[in-house]
């Protein structure tokens, strides 16, 4: 008898979605990819489905899964990257800072979302067991009879789908995660933060010469913060020379901002030189039509039911945006769950036959949920976290201080190797404790083989060195200032 592949059903074909395809595809399972929007690569979707951000920073743990679940990806999506090498503070004084991400000039990438999605969507469709059903919404599954109703928004008209495996990557507000609930003891936890965003756009500038290229209005090689304490501006280069930027605030500062004039002149006091780049008009247009987007983190436990659902990506945590590691630890959910699989020798071609339990692939979820959960925890709180960091402590001389204090101890106590470096994309899991002095930054971003919550737990530890030796360092400069004033005042005397 001719071998059968099971079959997996991905809910939604955003990058998460698409990339899981692949990965079941690649294993060799066929697989059916069930997305609510229409296809955004036919002309007539283009700018129809609201997306939430323009671009966003993709970092190697981002990378490493596209690289590890197919090897074209990269190239691919990373085409229209801009390399963004540190943070440009604009200060209130109109003066601008730069701060290295990495001593080693490691740069997060600015890609365009929604480049990203396509590339993604075109390797899927391309894959010959993979096929992808556009406009079609999954309305609810009965995981125990392994089959989910699902509306053509079309025809409106309902159907029911079998499968084996279910892969619910829906986002935050993900369907199959509800469902989940009601099978398994999910705890669940969802906190809407006071604060709201906008994006602005601001345009490329004029070329240099009369048949030259439009220039950037901002040096494209940094991701720019107007830190204002409770409220920040951020901006990230496009490929097209323009800038997105992101207005971060509590509701009830946007709630001030009624009419055009107060909005003017708010810019003025707070962003003078970001509000003469975008422009008044351009400000106004903005306001006037771009929505303001609400900033929900989730947390979830377990991730997956029995032998037959997981869910990944923002369906399984979503995080506030600060980190910029909410896309890139939903891909790096994918690269886990992947090699998960495979080390618990899950075979889409030899399962049990009807209902029975795939014993292997139950205890391969199980091993997922149990290896990520304190991972997928620790980079939601710190993502929390980076907001306090990037729209108040950027600007304060503690901070600056800690920050040269950490980047000293990094390059005297750097580890030998970096093992990163020497075993770029042999990476399966993360690993052990790391040696020597990483700042958290380095971690989170540079370092996917070390885990996001062994990154939390060693920088924490850093963090109590940090202040002791700050203190001492402090003490050591006044105790220094003190004598040499003492000297000083003493010869004056003679
Ligand atoms: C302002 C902002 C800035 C960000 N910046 C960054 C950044 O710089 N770097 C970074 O790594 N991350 C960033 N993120 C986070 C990033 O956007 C998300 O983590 C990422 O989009 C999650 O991808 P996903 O595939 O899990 O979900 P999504 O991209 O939401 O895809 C889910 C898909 O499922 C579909 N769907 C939903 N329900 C159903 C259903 N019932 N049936 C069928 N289909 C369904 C949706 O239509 C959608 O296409 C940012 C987020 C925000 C809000
Ligand atoms: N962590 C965060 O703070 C945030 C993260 N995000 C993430 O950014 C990514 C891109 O966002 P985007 O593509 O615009 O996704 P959206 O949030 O606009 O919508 C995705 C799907 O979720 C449904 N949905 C939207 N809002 C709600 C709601 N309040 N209650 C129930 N269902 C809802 C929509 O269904 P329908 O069309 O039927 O309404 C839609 O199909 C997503 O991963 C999203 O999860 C987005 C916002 C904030
Ligand atoms: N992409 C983002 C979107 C929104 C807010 C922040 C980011 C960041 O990437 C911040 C960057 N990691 C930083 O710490 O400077």
New binding site residues.
């Given amino acids: 008898m001719p071998e059968v592949a099971r079959k997996a059903v991905v809910?939604?074909?955003?990058?998460?979605?698409c990339l899981s395809a692949i990965a079941l595809s690649n294993m060799g399972w066929e697989v059916e990819i069930?997305?609510?929007?229409p296809d955004m690569r036919l002309p007539s979707s283009k700018g129809t489905a609201q997306q939430?951000?323009i671009?966003?920073?993709?970092?190697p743990r981002?990378i490493l899964a596209l690289q590890t679940i197919h090897p074209d990806a990269t190239d691919r999506c990373l085409r229209t990257a801009v390399p963004m090498r540190g943070r440009m503070i604009h200060h209130t004084t109109g003066k601008l800072s730069s701060q290295p991400y990495d001593r080693s000039g490691q740069s997060i990438k600015s890609i365009d979302?929604a480049v990203l999605?396509e590339d993604l969507l075109e390797l899927a469709s391309k894959t010959a067991n993979i096929r992808i059903f556009f406009r079609?919404?999954?309305?609810s599954i009965d995981f125990d009879s392994r089959v989910m109703q699902i509306e053509n928004m079309e025809s409106k008209n309902n159907s029911s789908v079998p499968f084996h495996f279910c892969v619910g990557?829906?986002?935050?507000?993900?369907?199959v995660r509800r469902q989940l609930m009601r099978v398994t003891r999910m705890n669940y936890e969802q906190t809407y933060i006071p604060h709201e965003?906008l994006e602005l756009r601001m345009a490329a500038g004029p070329p240099h010469t009369p048949d030259g290229e439009p220039t950037f209005l901002l040096d494209p090689n940094h991701l720019h913060i107007w830190p204002r304490h409770s409220f920040m501006l951020i901006a990230?280069p496009n490929q097209d020379k323009t800038f997105t930027c992101?207005l971060f605030a509590p509701t009830k500062e946007f709630d001030k901002l009624t009419s055009p004039d107060v909005i003017v002149s708010w810019f003025k006091t707070h962003f003078p030189d970001a509000l003469s780049l975008i422009g008044q008009d351009a400000l106004l247009h903005d306001f006037k039509h771009n929505p303001r987007?609400s900033?929900i983190s989730i947390k979830a436990n377990p991730y997956h039911y029995k032998d037959r659902a997981v869910v990944?990506?923002?369906?399984a945590h979503?995080?506030v945006?600060f980190f910029?590691?909410?896309?890139?630890?939903?891909l790096e959910d994918v690269r886990v769950l992947y090699y998960t699989l495979l080390n618990g020798h899950v075979n889409p071609l030899d399962g049990p036959s009807g209902d029975a339990v795939d014993e292997s692939l139950e205890k391969a979820l199980h091993a997922y949920t149990e290896a990520r959960h304190e991972d997928l925890k620790a980079i939601c709180e710190l993502a929390m976290d980076n907001y306090t960091e990037m729209r108040h402590s950027v600007a304060t001389p503690s901070y600056l201080f800690r920050k040269t204090l950490d980047t000293t101890l990094a390059s005297l106590f750097s580890p030998p190797t970096d093992p990163y470096a020497n075993n770029k994309f042999g990476v399966a899991f993360p690993t052990a404790w790391p040696s020597g002095w990483l700042p958290l930054y380095t971690m989170v971003t540079f370092r996917p083989d070390i885990s996001y919550a062994t990154a939390k737990r060693k920088a924490r530890t850093q963090g109590k060195i940090l202040s002791y030796t700050g203190w001492a360092t402090a003490a050591t400069t006044v105790g220094a200032a003190a004598a040499a004033a003492y000297t000083l005042f003493g010869r004056l005397r003679k």
């Avoid at 990557?169 to 369907?175: H, I, L, P, R, T």
């Avoid at 990944?312 to 369906?315: E, I």
């Avoid at 910029?324 to 939903?330: I, M, R, S, T, V």
């Fill in positions: 809910v939604g074909a955003g990058p998460v979605g069930y997305e609510a929007r939430r951000s671009n966003l920073a993709i970092s981002g979302r999605n079609h919404k999954i309305v990557a829906d986002g935050s507000y993900s369907v965003y990230l992101t987007g900033l990944l990506g923002d369906a979503s995080m945006p910029g590691q909410g896309l890139n630890c939903g």
